[in-house]
């Protein structure tokens, strides 16, 4: 009965079976480890979390919690269930039913139950085991005796006349109960050391389950933000083609009123002139000259009165052919578009500058740096400022701030001189040896421009870009921990240049480098704010 009330305890609401990796969820409740990771796998569709037992709900992907207690009571208890189950060997002297034995002597090669078991432990010759079919295994093939040693040195169980006169004479011997705890102490350090290594596993499999969590997460917040801003694209674009097509109709309603005047107008006109044609063509039919030229028709014979401008108010503009609607309206409604679209961009592509000052206590002494901290300027006045360790002995210069974590990026403007270079070092970098320009080390990245050609440098490995950079504004993205360093030039659209991969071990700072300035031109590089 208690066996019973404690396997119900120790089983899993889930599968019904006795746990296996028993897991705690925050509500106290147990699961074994695949069972509520598939419920909540499940779960994850709808982004509401619950406990399967008394349904408490939560906010995010709960944390399962190893009930190593809750473990050791189940595998305990499963060994406990397996010894005492039935073997289906029964008692050799129980002839008249099946009674279950309990042990078997090895002396009478007979299977006991417990009734028949008290009679054999008057005997010290009796030798008991566990039950078994085949006892003749437990003796000796050669001398037909039970076996009571090992030899360690053939890795053999063996009788006492085998240790005594037999193969195995002057060999070390054990007990069998001694040989066997060596074993089994073996057995114990080999079982610790995987199920510290299955532990291990475990844990690893917790974290690429919480990173796969936050890859979800991550992803649903993205297309929730993507469905956001398309949501708002699709309500922009619908009011301003509203705004343009009522712009429209009204002009083209505008233009019909005012053609339908101007045709009422030239009916009127049109139909006067047929009269006089008629009163014309009239006169011309009559036979009698003196008829004729005793009629008044002066109002008749000036064709000039008819073709003026009196009717349609003297203005001298052609009749309307329909083009003249005001698209310098239109078009301003739709240039709104571009401000859309421009906001889209922005909203693609950037979160926010980080914020960079220059740090004058690098600045080599041949660098002007602005009272903003900026702009880096090249300049022939040496600005004797002091030799310090932290200062380059180059036209460098870097930011006071380092970056440890997180994304961020920030962009430069740049004058089109020919010499330049834009990245990120360490602040172990070298300030005065022959490795302290950016790129030339292992602890610096930069984008180079030098006669016209543009590369990436690193440690001293020049990477030729194949296009040349056309704009003016370039932008550097660092993303510390997934350890990648990108270039882009700020055109339209913006154009990735290149991609460096490391894993980064101190704080990233803005470095830069202003070449020579060339006969015609400055050398300068300005942060934008």
Known sequence: MASAILRDELRCSICLSIFKDPVMLRCGHNFCLVCIGRVLDTQDGSRVYSCPECRKRFKVRPALTRNINLHNVAERFLITQQKHEITGICCTYCVDSSVPAVKSCLHCEASLCDKHLRAHRKSAEHVLSDPSTNLEKRKCSVHKKILEYYCTEDAACICVSCSLAGEHRGHRVEMLDEASEKKKEKLRNVLQKLTTKREETEERVRSLEESRRKAKEKAAGEAERVTALCSDIRSRVDDLEKKVLSEISRQEKEESLSLSALIHQLEIKKDKLSRKMRHIEELCNITDPLTVLELDTG?????????????????????????????????HTLHKLSDVISGIRRGIYVEGPADILLDVTTAGNNLLISDNLKTAAWTEVWQNRPETAERFQNNQVMSRRGFT??????????????????????????????????????????LWKYDSQYLVKHDSRDILLPDKISSDRVRISLDYEAGLLSFYELCDPIRHLHTFTATFSEPLHAALCVGLPSLFDDTWIRICT
């Open 299 to 331: 109002d008749l014979c000036d064709p000039e009165e008819e073709g003026g401008d009196e009717d349609t108010g003297g203005n001298d503009k052609q009749p309307h052919d329909g083009d003249d609607l005001d698209v310098a309206v239109i078009s």
């Open 405 to 446: 974590s997180g994304q961020h990026y920030w962009d430069v403007d740049i004058s089109r001189s020919e010499w330049w270079l834009v990245g990120m070092c360490y602040p172990s970098v070298d300030r005065s040896g022959s490795e302290l320009v950016i790129g030339d080390n292992n602890k610096s990245w930069c």
